[in-house]
């Protein structure tokens, strides 16, 4: 697979996606959103990073962030992704999941479980205005998949930070919108 180029010291916000498996649904408890977020803001502290957007879907899972110059952030989502999907898949297997033969593979002659697929998606937000304009993308995303009629109803994304309302799920840095 040729390696995909993340363009880091830019000076800018970027906005970073990634999925699960194969796009399934597996985000689908209080439980497994909370270790996503528990992950993000211990590479928050660890990297003084700014998060200024999120949303957790049951597929995927976006994020609006503010890396310091000299991070390389491709590796801090790696790290993201690995230790949140150790941690699921650990208390996954203590209740032995009904997904976890579906996450089974064989990756450089090993069997593993997969829990998010390999790549994610960045980009350089080059101006306030499309940090914003993400940043509301992200908000509405529950609203255009179904899962809630209002944006404010769905507590995995930092839509209720900004509004100063509901539960807030992830403190955010956040930007004025």
Not at 41 to 49: G, L
Not at 120 to 133: A, K, L, P
Request: proline content about 4%.
């Amino acid at each position: 697979m040729p390696r995909l180029k993340h363009i880091d010291n830019l000076g800018t916000a970027r906005a970073i996606n990634f999925s699960c498996y194969k796009h399934l649904k597996l985000l689908k408890n209080t439980a497994d959103f909370r270790i996503v977020l528990e992950e993000v803001e211990n590479a928050r502290t660890k990297h003084q990073i700014a998060i200024l957007g999120y949303v957790l879907m049951p597929s995927h899972v976006h994020f609006v962030l503010y890396p310091p110059d000299g991070l390389e952030l491709g590796r801090v989502i790696g790290d993201i992704k690995s230790y949140s999907a150790k941690r699921i898949l650990e208390r996954w297997k203590q209740v032995n999941h009904p997904m976890l033969p579906v996450l089974r593979i064989k990756r450089d002659g090993w069997l593993k479980y997969a829990f998010w697929q390999r790549r994610c998606y960045d980009h350089n937000c080059r101006t306030i205005e499309s940090v914003r304009e993400i940043i509301r993308y992200c908000h509405m995303n529950p609203v255009k998949a179904g899962l809630v009629s209002d944006a404010s109803d769905w507590i995995w994304s930092s839509n209720n930070w900004y509004l100063n309302c509901g539960e807030i799920a992830l403190e955010i840095d956040g930007i004025e919108l």
